[in-house]
């Protein structure tokens, strides 16, 4: 230690924290080359601890026919995103229509962009998951619940037990079932031993909005799809972007317990 309080890089060997850091040459030369300048092992190893920990995951899992389920998967990714330390990563689950169906429904195709889920099984690296879905008669759509339904080997060995999950869901009609497809939905969340995190009144003032059609409830952002027409407002956007946040903020405080 010099006389001015500042830090001598030591000459006989590096701190050895730096020592046994693998793979990463880049990140190896940028820790070794500051570490030099510390006055203690162990803050080095708290630097590389910063630099090289890898972010929490939290997986946002969903089916969408024709877009709005979609549309809060993609604002809340970015919610998820915004918080330090968390990224979200967006899957849709498998397809259980045929094409023609689809066309005879109307379904746009589905963009590439975002990979179907291979598996179930892939759930269990996750750090927590938001699972959104269109209603169908106030519960999920089929092509969610056949997803839930392969889940079996997880349920068997407890994989998802203790995991933070979240709901999200689109309805086309303001009696749809914004409320009633979460209640159904969190079965499922139960018989893995999974934590249900809803939103409650988190979202502030914007819950309590009267001016305009809104999805959403406490349970979980929403959005009214109407004849397939209406597309996400503003504010189910602005919830979705909340939830995602919101979840991200729960699951990096359970990871630091």
């Not at 993609?74 to 979200?88: F, H, L, N, Q, T």
Request: with cysteine; charged share 20%; proline share 6%.
């Amino acid at each position: 230690m010099g006389k001015g309080g500042g830090c001598v890089p030591s000459k006989k060997k590096p701190p050895a924290a730096t020592a046994e850091i693998p793979s990463n040459p880049p990140i190896q030369l940028a820790i070794e080359n500051i570490a030099g300048s510390l006055d203690h092992p162990t803050r080095a190893a708290s630097l590389e601890s910063v630099v090289v920990a890898p972010k929490l995951k939290i997986f946002i899992v969903f089916y969408s026919m024709y877009g709005h389920v979609e549309s809060l998967a993609r604002r809340m990714k970015k919610g998820v995103d915004g918080v330090d330390g968390v990224e979200a990563v967006l899957f849709r689950v498998p397809e259980t229509l045929s094409i023609d169906v689809l066309e005879k429904m109307g379904a746009p195709t589905k963009d590439d962009e975002i990979p179907e889920i291979s598996s179930s099984a892939e759930l269990a690296v996750a750090d927590g998951i938001l699972f959104g879905f269109p209603t169908r008669y106030g519960c999920m759509a089929s092509q969610m619940k056949a997803f839930f339904d392969s889940t079996g080997q997880l349920w068997k060995e407890q994989k998802l037990s203790g995991k933070p999950a979240g709901l999200f869901v689109s309805t086309g009609t303001q009696g749809g079932g914004q409320e009633t497809t979460a209640w159904t939905a969190i079965t499922q969340l139960a018989h893995h031993g999974m934590l249900f995190v809803p939103i409650g009144y988190t979202f502030g003032a914007g819950m309590f909005k009267m001016d305009s059609i809104r999805g959403g409830s406490p349970y979980g952002a929403g959005v009214f799809a109407g004849d397939g027409t209406r597309e996400a407002s503003d504010l189910e956007l602005a919830l979705a972007e909340h939830q995602g946040k919101y979840m991200a903020s729960v699951v990096k405080r359970l990871a630091q317990t």
